[in-house]
């Protein structure tokens, strides 16, 4: 089924085009949901969530762009207000609580390297997981995470470069990447 | 972007997770929801008109019973041969005799039936000699020598008291069966009236609505202050607004099926066009917000442009909301008290509702605006409708008045929008009904 034909099924709210939709797209969108969730069970609540969102407001798509890009954003915003409705979450993205945290390097699964990274991700505290989420993989802005997260803009700053700084600590630590004259060369380490 | 950022994207997008299938199966479930109510609908239907069949194929009822007596010591052995067609004369001549000394009657109730047959008579302790039957038209049946009675239910046979001079049980019994052939049912005795009314109806209405929807629960979305000034420690949606009740009508046509003479069912089809008036103020165009809840917490916002604001604007003005519906009103009606002409009654519909087109101004989750966006307004609902009318019959016709209330039982917007709408139609029903032939 080409594209055009989908998203015309899916317009008038046909189920084998909404479900030719959904097994196209929900692997690489599940991945997304995966590292905003606290576990694999909440990444499918998060992503039942986002389809049903991306299938009743598909007239909304209008063909402006690539439809996994917009599919890619309703998935983001729906993770993070399934993250705003934890008050877990809003304690998280302060800074001062989440700087103490250690990373133990046992606790780092070893399995595929792009799992591997998306693990170590995960292992982030939740405030720097996903600032770090959103800035660095998905492209938003620290202005726009500031909106998105209901925090100061100078916070989202901080909490990505904490959050860079641990990520690249447990990279180094699972030998993933490797520290070279006090530089983290990680592109040396995953392209030898 | 730097090379460790580029390094985490590739890494990340690479990445795939194949989710369980009950996650499709839930979203499937969520765009495509059994619609039950049709089904549910259309059993009632099915259960009605099999208990109506049933009803008027195997348990006629005569009620319009009226009685007669006849007196002991007139009624001769072959005059009480009931089954076998000579109950005319018994009645003719009897009704005639005059009354001596203690009286000993038999009795045929009012209720005839069909399924009984005459040879259960054989069965009963017959001593008395009142002879009830219903109908002031079956004596003048009765008196026709081609007429005959040839059943009784079971109910009557306890009652059924004849006197001594009787023949015996056996010799009912024979007769009943030498006459088998020429057995005839009651439709042939009594001529068959309709139970079919057919029913119009007008309906003047003054629309209103009830908003519903806790202020913390619509206000988590746009996290802030959601109303200016004074308003602030508004606890309802519905102290947030202005509006007031406008003029709708309803009109319909309806049949409805005698069960008896105190009750019918009824199904038919209706029109409803149902109003009300909110007041708003002008302004420039301006975004106005509708969140989107799921699961209890906002997942999604709607923005339309908006020229009307809730509170402070250029200049005052009235919206007016509008829904023009068609509905299925399925329901009864009770007959409470009455004579011939007049009657006091109540009856209750449920009513399964298309909205065919609406005009419907939302107010927005922060209420700071009224915006439009149909695809937040159910198509489908469900009204209840309650009345009490008087019925004054006319012969051919009968006229039928009375107050009416409607109510909407599903909010007039998507389950999804925190605002609960319920709209409601107080009425004044003018119609007639016809018994068809």
Sequence with gaps: MTEEAMLNGCLHNDASSQQELYYRYSPKMLSVCYRYAKSREDAEDMLQEGFI?????????????????????????????????NRKFSESVDIIHASGIQVREE?????????????????????????????????????????????????????????????????????????????VDWLAAVNP | ???????????????????????????????????????????????????????????????NSQNLTLKHGTVSPEKNNIAGGNLAPILSSTLAAPSSGKEKIATIP?????????????????????????????????????????????????EFRMPAVLPKPGNITENTVENKSSRKSLWAVFPKKSKLEWQVYFSPTASYRKLTGGVSDVTYFSNNAPFNG?????????????????????????LAYKLSDHFRLKAGIQFNYTRYQLRAYNFTPEKASFGIQHNGYFADTINVISNYRNYDGYGSTWLQNQYLQVSIPIGFEWSIVGNKKFHWNIASTIQPTYNLTNNA?????????????????????????????????????????????????????????????????????????????
């Design chain 2, 361 to 437: 101004y939302m107010l927005s989750t922060d209420f700071q605006h009224y915006g439009q966006d149909p695809s937040l307004v159910r198509k489908w609902n469900i009204n209840a409708g309650v009345e009490t009318f008087i019925s004054y019959n006319m012969g051919p016709v009968t006229w039928r008045v009375g107050p009416q209330f409607r109510y909407q039982l599903i909010s007039s917007y998507q389950k999804n929008y925190p605002i609960k709408e319920y709209l409601l139609d107080y009425g004044f029903k003018i119609g007639i009904s016809k018994t068809l032939r």
């Design chain 1, 53 to 85: 969102k991306v299938f009743t407001q598909i007239r909304q798509f209008q063909n402006r762009g690539a439809l996994e890009g917009w599919i890619r954003k309703i998935m983001v915003h729906t993770c993070i207000n399934h993250l705003k409705k």
């Design chain 2, 230 to 254: 004074n308003q602030q420690d508004a606890s309802e949606v519905s102290k947030a607004v202005t509006q007031k009740p406008s003029f709708g009508a309803e009109i319909g046509t309806s």
């Design chain 2, 1 to 63: 972007m730097d090379e460790f950022e580029s390094f985490l994207r590739d890494k990340a997008d690479q990445y795939k997770l194949y989710p369980s299938d009950k996650v499709w199966g839930n979203i499937n479930k969520s765009l495509h929801p059994r619609k039950k109510w049709p089904y549910v609908a259309m059993a009632l239907l099915l259960v009605g008109v099999g208990i109506s069949v049933d009803y008027s194929l195997f348990n006629f009822t005569n009620s």
């Design chain 2, 110 to 158: 009012a209720r005839l039936s069909t399924r009984e047959p005459v040879t259960d008579i054989a069965g009963t302790g017959i001593e008395e000699s009142q002879v009830v039957v219903s109908e002031p038209s079956l004596n003048e049946e009765l008196h026709s020598p081609t007429r005959e009675i040839i059943s009784l239910d079971r109910k009557s046979l306890t």
């Design chain 1, 107 to 183: 606790s780092i699964p070893s399995i595929v390297q792009a799992k591997q990274v998306v693990e170590c991700i995960r292992m982030l505290p939740l405030g720097y997981r996903t600032v770090l989420n959103l800035y660095a993989i998905e492209g938003y802005s620290h202005k726009e995470i500031s909106v998105m997260l209901d925090i100061e803009e100078s916070t989202s700053r901080s909490q990505y470069t904490r959050a860079k700084t641990m990520l690249e600590d447990i990279l180094i630590k699972k030998h993933i990447l490797q520290r070279h004259k006090e530089r």
